[in-house]
């Protein structure tokens, strides 16, 4: 399956961004999905994941209540909504697709999208 993440940008603190994945060439529905980011000279952290059919999803205590991730499956295609953005969330977030669940393991994930940036400016 072939993933490609859209929707970053420059965005002040306080502000959002919905970040979409859309997939192609597999069974989306197949796939549990998940979000990752990585900020320069730092390793790539686990941000959400969601099983196959959009129910249960996960995310760390410090995403919840900002973060929300979700899909749609008749769309092949996966979200991430980011509300009141902080500096600290500045990276790129990549998407992934894999058969494991539940996971956290970036190692679990088999099939990656290329990133998109995200920068919040303070």
Do not use: H
């Not at 902080?86 to 494991?100: I, M």
Request: charged residues 15%; glycine residues 10%.
């Amino acid at each position: 399956v072939q993933l490609q993440a859209s929707g970053g940008g420059l965005v002040q603190a306080g502000g959002s961004l919905r970040l979409s994945c859309a997939a192609s060439g597999g069974t989306f529905s197949s796939y549990a999905m998940a979000w990752f980011r990585q900020a320069p000279g730092k390793e790539r952290d686990f941000v959400a994941a969601i099983s196959w059919r959009g129910n249960p999803i996960y995310l760390p205590d410090s995403m919840k209540g900002r973060f929300t991730i979700s899909r749609d499956n008749a769309k092949n295609t996966m979200y991430l909504q980011m509300n009141s953005l902080k500096p600290e969330d500045t990276a790129v977030y990549y998407c992934a697709a894999g058969l494991t669940w539940p996971t956290i393991q970036p190692n679990d994930y088999a099939y990656w999208g290329q990133g998109t940036q995200v920068t919040v400016s303070s």
